[in-house]
């Protein structure tokens, strides 16, 4: 299961014990949410798509959308998100649990500027009921995350 591979990536940074295992699911931004107690726009969702480059992961914020345009010029084709079979065959997570952290090798993460307006995030573990809670200092150091500003939907009017 993914979630062990995410278990064993935190517990060799003596961070294991910060992984949070729900009773629900949080596969959804509401669900997590809900089974965190939190505003849906701080879950870190991890979205796949396959670029130019391979596969790659978007970490964005609960209310973000990725911006078509703004995608295309930092990655030079059309958005395309992996199909679940593809996610979890060329990411190693499902679905859901889609997550930053023990990603096969090849895929590239992006964490996305919806993020850095909180001081803490959610990101999934690798199942459908996990999460972490991470600083931005922290997302960045663990995902080996490079920051984008692909997203829309979430600046303030």
């Known amino acids: 299961m ?42 870190a969702k991890t979205l796949s798509f396959m670029a130019a480059e391979g596969p790659v992961l978007i970490v964005c914020a609960g209310d ?49 500027e919806s993020l850095r307006r909180f001081t803490t995030v959610y990101p999934a573990c690798g199942s459908s009921n996990s999460a972490i809670e991470l600083n931005m200092a922290e997302l960045e150091k663990y995902s080996g995350g490079t920051w984008v500003d692909v997203c829309k939907g979430w600046q303030a009017p």
Do not use: W
């Open 64 to 112: 973000a959308k990725v911006d078509n345009p703004r995608y295309k010029a930092r990655f030079g084709v059309k958005a395309k998100m992996l199909t679940p079979d593809d996610a979890l065959n060329l990411i190693g997570h499902a679905v859901g649990g889609v997550c930053p952290f023990a990603v096969k090798e090849g895929v590239t993460v992006y964490l996305d």
């Open 2 to 43: 993914s979630i062990e591979r995410v278990r064993a990536y935190f517990r060799a940074l003596g961070m294991e014990e910060r992984i949070m295992e729900f009773d629900v699911s949080s596969a959804t931004v509401e669900l997590a949410a809900q089974a965190l107690g939190c505003e849906g726009c701080r879950i």
